[in-house]
């Protein structure tokens, strides 16, 4: 192979700053058949030895020692390495294309991309969209959050839930971003499904710690997924065929090399769900759509939207009624956004964007007896819309220091409860009540990240400042960000990481059936923002020149100001004044250690996750003000995922998870008064459900065809049958006395609900 001592170089070093750079070049590194940019890609001067990775928009800003006989490598994981020597009549910009494959070398081992030992993070899962299409899935279709669930310091909240609750964390205190925007509940009916469809997906990245001063706004975690622009030069349809739903996926051109689109459709085409609850009627979709432009080698223009929901419907006819109950939700996302490289130095992005949210049930149910007719008609809306403005700008100073910056501005337009109830009795109407709420509130950032690399010292220190305001209420904190990279060799290093959070809206949930029945409310004059101050500590290597990485963290989280409603109570009546229902003032204590080894190259690749953890809340009037284990508290979490390839036809996953059970509140004591039993709960969350485990397996049979690929992907999920709980409930089994008069009630006794046992799926995909 060619340039095998620049590449032992490269796999022997970090990526370093240099005092002697003199020069700057900068330019976007691309994908050289689709023209898709590559985000996180290599570029590394071979004279000077300095080195930097491409932004979310494929854009690099790199100091050079000089143009005469320079050698810029390109490389990014999966994409052949290029090596070259810029034109020095265009000593500013260069533009470069990667082609797909890897080169194989009996000896070398060329690192791809910056390996775990050099990047200026701590907390950060990313997972290859290709390793995630390989994975074991239910009903046939892989997921982007069903894998993030099976990584350290990430439970999925129970089986067949589509959320994220990160390090003790809740799912509404996740920031969920799809190309900069928003979204505020990702999850289909019966969480078996996320919203995003992985075949329209570029990137993904979760934080759970260590966050850069550029995100904002929640407290546990940032989810950043990128959608893919479209094919530059030709056009192309992939699709899938499977048991729980259909997708398909266009791209290609609109002005060949400036201009191209893609667009994916997803929709339910078998109504498995008919199998398993009679009368029930469900549908759903998510369509992606994006249109890129390249309107010079300095400008570019990206349009970006999302629209998804959920129909739930519930029927039931007798002699005497008709009843109907249905259930929707959805986002709804757009968003515009302009990329600028002021100078090759300085590289701006503006965004205006809107996102909204909404859930709507409606009740219906008709009664007739004789002459006798009634109608009752119930209808509850609720939801947000944001208007956004965001403007964030790269600068590359001097050599070894980088500022980034940027301004955030949000309209949020909360709708707590719109709700109209009538009844119709023998055609007059005899009840319309009507109520409909909606607050405004405002919600303005601004940040800077100063990014100092020597060497032997990185560190991006930043600070975020945030003013809400809702009606006479106004909050406003100053939130400081570090992290830390020490390299201790080239393949050791220490990384530290301080990050205050703060949030300005809160989550009343009732999450039951797979539906949601969530309520967003922003601070008010009674109820604080949340805010939470996590430190971390973590050490990383890397083995076998960069083929395998691992990282050990520790991490303590404390979280203020956090509500739970007051037991027994609900938002039912109670809309107008919400805060009387809810415990304010709650405190969270997380941490924990997360060891993560992952294979990241090679005909094996996958990740062994261990977590060890605790996460505990407490409230002054709950509990007796005594701690106690938050719902999804894990005490322990293991994690293994393997994928091998047998040959280039075939390919098999296997995933297995154990973790403790999750904490429950079960009746201590039981009496009898007047005829009536009352049950005693004593401690909150004090009992545990049964640990769960449950192993995965899968075969992918891809090949190629005259017209173009496909691939057949068979999946068992629960292989050995494991009876994981879902949730516990009392019930009374009731038998015969033997007289076969009166019926004998036996005692009260604690029942295990199980959602899946052993199922296998299969899926069909194709590409053309």
Known sequence: MKYIWIILLLATSGIYSSGQSTYLLSGFVYDAKTGEALIGATVFDTVSFNG??????????????????????????????????????????????????????????????????????????????????????????????????????????????????????????????????????????????????????????????????????????????????GNMHDYSVQGMLGLLSSKVMAEGPLANGKSSFMFSARHNTVPVFRAFNDGMEYRFHDINAKVNYRLSDKDRVYASFYSGGDNVG????????????????????????????????????????????????????????????????????????????????????????????????????????????????????????????????????????????????????????SYFNEGNTGYSSFDPRILINIPLRNDLAVKYSFSQMLQYIHLLNYSGAGMPSSYWMPASGNIRP???????????????????????????????HLIEFKPGESLVGHLSSWEEVVESGGKGNNYGIEVFLQKVSGRTTGWAGITLSRALRRFEQLNNGRSFAFTYDRPVDINLVWNYELHENMIVSMAWNYGSGYPVTLATERFVIDNHEVLIYNERNASRMRDFHRLDLAVNFPAKTRWGERNWSVSIFNVYNRKNPYHYFYNREIGSSGTGVDPVYHDLKLYQRTMFGFLPSFAFSFKF
């Open 530 to 560: 949340s805010r939470s101050i996590q430190n971390s500590l973590g050490l990383v290597k890397t083995f076998y020149n960069g083929n395998y990485e691992l990282s050990v963290e520790s991490y303590y989280k404390k979280m203020d």
């Open 52 to 229: 930097t990775t491409t932004n979310a928009y494929g854009f690099y800003s790199l100091r050079i020692a000089s143009f005469e006989n320079a050698g810029i490598l390109f490389s990014f994981v999966g994409y052949e390495s290029r090596i070259i020597i810029p034109d020095p009549e265009n000593k500013q910009h260069l533009n470069v294309g990667l082609n797909p494959g890897l080169e194989i070398d009996g000896v070398t081992i060329r690192p791809d991309r910056q390996n775990i030992v050099e990047r200026l993070e701590t907390g950060v899962v990313r997972l290859p969209v290709g390793e995630v299409k390989k994975l074991p899935s239910l009903f046939g279709e892989v997921d982007i959050i069903k894998a993030l669930q099976q990584t350290p310091g990430v439970q999925s909240g129970g089986e067949g839930k589509s959320e994220l609750y990160v390090r003790g964390g809740s799912p509404d205190q996740n920031l969920i971003l799809l190309d900069d925007v928003p979204l505020y509940y990702v999850a289909h009916f019966g969480g078996f499904l996320s919203i995003f469809n992985v075949d329209a997906i570029n990137d993904v990245k979760l934080i759970k710690g260590g966050f850069p001063a550029r995100y904002g706004s929640r407290l546990s975690s940032v989810l950043d997924i990128r959608m893919k622009e």
């Open 314 to 465: 519930f029927k039931k006819r007798t002699e005497l009624t008709d009843m109907q109950h249905l259930n929707s939700w959805g986002n709804i996302m757009g968003a515009l956004r302009w990329n600028r490289v002021i100078n090759p130095s300085l590289f701006a992005n503006l965004t205006i964007a809107s996102t909204n949210y909404r859930y709507i049930t409606h009740f219906e149910n008709r009664l007739k007896i004789d002459t006798l007719s009634r109608e009752i008609n119930s209808r509850i809306l609720t939801g947000i819309n944001d208007l956004l403005f965001k403007a964030d700008l790269d600068y590359d100073i001097t050599p070894g220091y980088d500022l980034k910056f940027g301004v955030n501005a949000t309209h949020h337009s909360f709708l707590p409860n719109n709700e109209n109830y009538s009844i119709t009795q023998n055609g007059l109407l005899t009840i319309d009540e009507t109520y409909n709420s909606k607050v405004a509130a405002r919600e303005y950032s601004v940040y800077t990240e100063n990014i100092w690399n020597a060497g032997w010292l990185m560190i991006n220190a930043g600070l975020r400042y």
